[in-house]
């Protein structure tokens, strides 16, 4: 738990020497490198991004990327249907539609959430957003001046990071458990906030199946957690992609059914429908959503209709609830199979969530070694995960990973989870071998250094802290 | 021309009298009023958005709007296109893809961009974004600190100035003739700032058809444009989304195919295919290219899939140079409508532009009439257009308005026109009743308050410039 303000460090990469001589990945020399805007010296490649080229080989058991099983979709039905969209409404599918987005998707939007006890939400409250990343980009863009601070767990999720860094926000995290956020250490961090003379805009909370945590907020935490925000009067984002993706339970009342008027919720398609067609929203009170829309007409012009319409459409005709429950049950087995895999290959020492939806494991290794350094060789054995590093704003988190079994089949994370053992026993023998030898001696002996410079990511400090 | 700050005033509309009492039209008092950005401060509903429920009345005729004819297309050929890659491709099109955009499509791309003469673009150098609305965003994001100076053609699209006002950069606008940017006015301003100590971060400029303008850059002009850019160090950004659309001659040379380094160019699919799909493009340098990913994934993660796939399959399977054709066809038939129109009944004194592509004319009124004061007896008259204030980001251009044609059908046009011509004419009688009195007074006469409320665009100055 630490606040830092976002790095305006070096915002290239080295590049990689090879045969001797260096490979020009891109100009060394960009002419424009004084014109850049302050906001962009601090953008890094994500963790996840800077993985993308090795998780598509086939080779490598993927447990890094949190892509949805969407095959499993009926996906003959659901091509003549947008099909259909376009041939018979081609004059509204493929044309500009409205900033706010489509009011037939936006009252259906208030259908879904109504799953989640929120009974009192008005179409006009809602903007459709390109995922609720957008969501997330037109809120902080809204409220966030450069260097005002942000409350979000730690870890977090790192595509949020993102936002707040573009932002120039700092963020200021606030520790969870097995339960969620911690409601006693957000109060902590508000008091020190307001002793610092911190200006904190918001709290940003993934309370269903965190992304990475792969925890759930407890009931009674949620409760505790509105009466902070209105003991404080702090703003609540809420982002919720995984609400719906319970595997033993009814969904939770949401933050935002408790406290209209201090909670922003973001919610998505991506997981219950298609992330392909990137729709999500914001359900904001009517003066925030009418800033909203101007931020995203100023973004966007709006969003698109084809999509929007597929959504819509998709919520009218197809049985989108029991596909809900097939997906769930499709992951509870993956989920499963990652779990008893690791209970069964792990060394002792090393410990992990166990999730009861959602997409995520959040395992933390043994004897303080580092994911982010294991990381070239467990990618040479051919499993991959995302290091813990790029969930947090500080540079905290190597000892932890964070592993998706969203996207593999059973069987092959069974086989990821192995490989993942049998790397992090290799890196325990030698971590005893050289136990004499300092912490940064021992990292540079197991690092090859052609690969490690390939992968950059946001954190910028080596201090490691819990 | 003038260079202004972006408004911090007033971010909220009255609400409007109605029956003897206030109609709360959203929350008076905003109880997070105090927690905002600067940036949104000054965000204002643009003059095009602020009439779009007008705008939709059957019994008005728009020529206010920019929307393509997308009706034009092949709906039937089309949707079975998009249908078979949602079945056969579900995993490719359902699915998150790169946050670049999907390579096959930027190989695409490149081939649409030969037409103008660029041919030396790399897939690599291409970024995929939400319409053309987001490259320009991005771009400002990349390059404006707030206080930047923006250079930008009088007038300009009012989307960029949107875009520009929510980077909180300040705006200093270029003159245009028939011939679009004078040079010698564009050196002119490079000068001042200079001068000034402005920090200029680029010139932006649509060359082809411009919007609102109508006119398109000259060939000579190009070259000195470049030089210009060449001798002052300055960044071009050409935003070219009607470059494929002229009537009468081959797509003309861009100003990339001139320069590739100081130039960025905006492309978009929205006037040559659908603007539902919101698929643009950014070609720039790959240093520039590095940092527009970055902030792509930060703001939609990636853009959607599924209509990247469209627009790729649409170029791959469909003849889309044919039907860009009878895309400019039909436009020009409108055109026509429109210039006949105009020169057959518009009172002596109105002038407007004459353009040879794309989807705008020009108009000034006569005798210094006020077209935004004139714009609710022009809705009455049932004839919308935009008001010329939209287009400049320091209050001037009342005196212009500007007439789209093409989406309503010739006869709608003829129809619209006429009506115009009668509300102009009707001015102008009234004008000369009220000579006498001082122009502030004579509008306040003409204007019913109650309609006048409801339309709030970004000008804050009541200052007239030409």
Chains 1, 2 share one sequence.
């Not at 790095?7 to 490979?23: A, F, M, N, Y």
């Not at 520790?175 to 610092?196: S, T, V």
Request: hydrophobic fraction near 40%; charged fraction near 25%.
């Amino acid at each position: 738990m630490a606040s830092t303000p976002p790095s305006h460090g070096q915002p290239h990469r080295t590049p990689p020497q090879q045969h001797g001589h260096v490979i020009p990945r891109h100009p060394r020399l960009d002419p424009l490198a004084d014109r850049y805007a302050a906001r962009t010296h601090g953008m890094k490649t994500s963790e996840i991004r800077a993985l993308f080229s090795v998780v598509s080989r086939p080779e490598v058991v993927s447990l890094a990327g949190g892509m949805p099983a969407v095959t499993a979709l009926p996906l003959d039905a659901v091509g003549s249907m947008i099909g259909e969209l376009v041939s018979g409404m081609g004059a509204q599918t493929l044309q500009y539609g409205s900033g706010q987005g489509d009011p037939r998707l936006r009252e259906r939007i208030c259908d879904v959430m109504a799953l989640e006890g929120i009974t009192d939400a008005s179409p006009s409250e809602v903007v459709v957003t390109v995922g609720s990343q957008q969501g997330l980009d037109l809120v902080t863009r809204v409220f966030c001046d450069p260097g005002d601070v942000i409350l979000a767990e730690g870890p977090s999720y790192v595509g949020a990071l993102g936002v707040f860094q573009a932002a120039e926000a700092r963020v200021r995290h606030v520790p969870m458990d097995d339960d969620g956020l911690i409601p006693e250490a957000l109060e902590q961090a508000l008091i020190e906030c307001r002793a610092n003379g911190d200006r904190v805009k918001f709290l940003y909370t993934v309370p269903n199946y965190h992304n990475p945590g792969g925890v759930t907020l407890s009931e009674p935490r949620r409760q505790a957690i509105v009466d902070i925000a209105d003991r404080y009067d702090l703003l609540v984002i809420e982002d919720n992609p995984y609400g719906l993706l319970g595997f033993d339970r009814e969904p939770m009342r949401a933050l935002r059914a408790r406290d209209a008027q201090r909670v922003i919720y973001l919610g998505s398609f991506s997981k219950t429908f298609s992330p392909g067609l990137r729709v999500g929203w914001v359900l904001a009170p009517l003066a925030v959503r009418e800033k909203l829309v101007l931020a995203t007409e100023a973004q966007v012009l709006c969003p698109p209709s084809l999509t929007q319409y597929a959504v819509a459409r998709y919520l009218d005709t197809q049985p989108w609830r029991e596909q809900i429950k097939l997906f769930t049950e499709l992951y509870r087995e993956r989920r499963d199979a990652t779990l008893e895999s690791l209970d069964a290959l792990m060394p002792p020492g090393t410990t992990w969530t166990r999730p009861d939806g959602g997409f995520y494991v959040w395992l933390k290794l043994p004897n303080g070694l580092d994911s982010k350094l294991m990381q070239p060789r467990a990618v040479n054995a051919h499993v991959a995960y995302v290091p813990g590093i790029g969930f947090y704003a500080d540079g905290s988190g190597r000892e932890y990973m964070r592993l998706s079994y969203c996207y593999p089949e059973p069987d092959q994370i069974r086989e990821g989870v192995r490989r993942l053992a049998r790397v992090i026993e290799a890196e325990l023998d030698l971590h005893s071998t050289f136990d004499a030898v300092d912490t940064g001696t021992f990292r540079a002996v197991g690092r090859p250094t052609h690969t490690a410079e390939t992968i950059v990511g946001p954190a910028n400090s080596d201090r490691i802290e819990d």
